[in-house]
């Protein structure tokens, strides 16, 4: 039974129970005063429950519903609440209130946030199945299959020990069918809510265990579900909780600063909309207090807090532009902060919060003024997140619709998208438990670029490697390497917020991660992926293979350098003309020139002519030395030997792909040089021979097309000597 919630609080200081255990007082909300619970109690068994009428305990419930949704159908609230009242009837909370009035208050919480009837309906019904001998079929037949299907998703919700002993697969279970549909969570965050608010006369020892539960996990998920005024009450009902000096503190601070004559924000608030109103902007500028945790973060991060910094202006306009036209306003006519501008409308949080932050600097006496401008539509989104989206069952609106006429699931954040895409992908519950709670414990996130103007949310400390994750899913195996705004990056490059990521991919479909991937995978998607496609797979190594024969980064044999212990490979004469013919040619292996380059020659001893490429660096140190020229063209034979630079990230077996490819394109390795790795990057020098000088181009990109290799040069002429 769901009847651990005690006494109702109301708005005030924070009072000791008669346990000595601290009680949190919520904040005041100033749209709706705090309801009288007890009140409702007495209304729940005493109200009207005719057929066709609405009883007077849900009249509170239907006042906020309807200020959002003013033309709902009221007829399933009426039943809704006379099945709960008479199920619940005789069960009593801890405080000796009717239980009905819990789901009253509960529901009451979404329709001020503004969620649809359905919503509202289960939420009546949410604790029926489990406390009372109201079946899930009974729900059904009376109700329909969505309500049963989220009053049966809050039962197994009721079920779960969120704490460090919560059974791994009945958490993923859960968390499954909240991700079919959010407005299961959504009730469930509701619920915890009010139970936070009537904490007070609970042993200390199970606040705390509460409190905990509270700020490990559900915050989190109220944070990723972007319902905000949720989350900022949570976090202030743990306060008190977990730090009950420290929020007696801020309480102080905060109740000092709304006894001041002088109001700083008061007065920003009036010349903002002096100027607003002076350029002809219609917007609504109202002062928002920042919530206790808030006041206190902000406390140990500034120290002593000026006037201003007990809460922020909120701009409120009709369109999207119109935030732009204000911001341009206030940047004009006041001194902007500028490091503290965000663009959240261009680029929206992963939990649809969209507005404008920025600062400005009063003149007199600099205090720095948070603003935030938003639309009233970003404003409810920001407020109450998937809860405003509505009913994900429901025929799409305008707003709902993509541009080309595919609906944005609103079910269906950025974070839960991928939670549900990584979870399928853990190998155990365990993984996806541990997982989920570290991802949890990251409570900010990053927006990269991609080339195409696309954008991908990661969390603070993301690297390349989760980037591919998070853009190609289990296809990222075969990434082998990325730019970062223009420039190659390592796997492991960790991204910054704002940074363009251009992943390069390789063509084969059966590449495999590398196993140092998982040491650079910050988010559970990449995590999961890699380890499964490595278990799946595990390297296989030939029995007659020395392991410690393999190159580190490569896998293959490791190339060999020429050296003095044997006879140097002879490098192979090219078909060239000279004047005077009969002249002993060599090319020069500076520049290793191949029809149909420009080339030039010179006389060194012996009568030798060296033939160059005629815009080698050496031709031109030649000429200024005074060396005549001797004219070289090239044969009719089309052979050709040429020095080849590859460049690639490393991966097993890349030596040996690469080579066969070579192969394929009729190349003969005359001798071929892999340097050590750095940072994942390995630099091969080969010089082929080829039959014919037409195939080098193929021959190039045959070997940029081996998974790995990212680029493919002939040698750069070098300033050595002949």
Known sequence: MNAEAVNPASPGPVTPAANGAVAPAAPRRKARPRIDLRRLGRAALLGSTARGRLPDAIGHVVEAHRAHH???????????????????????????????????????????????????????????????DVTLDQVGEQFGAEVRYLVDGVTKLEKVDYGAAAEPETFRKMLLATGNDVRVMSIKLADRLHNMRTLGVMR???????????????????????????????????????????????????????????DPLAAVADEVRKVLREADITAEVLIR??????????????GPLGGADFGRLLVLVQEDADCYAVLGELHTCMTPVVSEFKDFIAVPKFNLYQSLHTAVARAQDGQVVEVLIRTHQMHKVAEAGVV?????????????????????????????????????????????????????????????????????????????????????????HATIGARVNGRLATMSTVLRDGDTVQLLMGQDPASEPSREWLEHARTPAARIAIQRRLAARPEQVPADADATSRHP????????????????VRPASADVLVDPPGATVRLAGCCTPVPPDEITGFAVRGGVVTVHRSQCAVVARMK??????????????????????????????LLADLTEAMALEGAEIVSATVEPPDRQRVRHTYTVLLPDAARLPALMRAMRDVAGVYDVSRAQPQATGV
């Open 624 to 653: 200024s030395a005074g060396r005549a020229e001797v004219g070289v063209r090239w044969g009719e034979s089309s052979q050709c030997r040429v020095t080849l630079l590859a460049e690639s990230f490393g991966r097993p077996h």
């Open 553 to 568: 980064a490569t896998g293959g044999a490791p190339a060999s350098r020429p050296t003095s212990d044997g006879p140097a």
């Open 70 to 132: 003013p033309d709902a159908d009221l007829d399933p609230l009426r039943r809704a609440y006379v099945l709960a009242e008479s199920s619940h009837r005789g069960q009593m909370r801890k405080s000796g209130e009717p239980y009905i009035t819990h789901p009253l208050a509960v529901t009451l919480i979404l329709a001020e946030l503004g969620a649809e009837t359905t919503t509202l309906t289960a939420s009546l019904l949410h604790d029926t199945v489990e406390d009372t």
């Open 204 to 262: 200390r020892e199970k606040q705390e265990r509460i409190a905990k539960v509270t700020r490990d996990v559900l915050i989190p998920l109220a944070e990723r579900l972007g319902v905000q005024a949720l989350k900022s009450e949570l976090e202030d009902l743990v306060f008190a909780v977990m730090h009950p000096e420290e929020y007696q503190h801020t309480r102080a601070l905060v109740d000092e600063n709304a006894a001041r004559a002088d």
């Open 388 to 476: 405003a989206l509505g009913n994900p069952y429901a025929p799409p609106s305008e707003e709902q619709t993509a541009g080309e006429g595919e609906r944005a699931d609103p079910t269906r954040p950025g974070w839960l998208s991928r939670l549900l895409d990584w979870q399928r992908g853990a190998p155990d519950p365990d993984t996806f438990w541990s997982t989920l709670r570290e991802d949890l414990a990251q409570d900010r996130e990053i927006t990269v670029f991609r080339p195409d103007g696309g954008t991908l949310g990661l969390p603070e400390g993301a690297t390349c490697v989760d980037a591919a994750y998070a853009q190609y899913g289990e296809d990222a």
């Open 289 to 302: 207090p920042r919530h206790f945790v808030s006041v206190h973060r902000v406390s140990r991060k500034r």
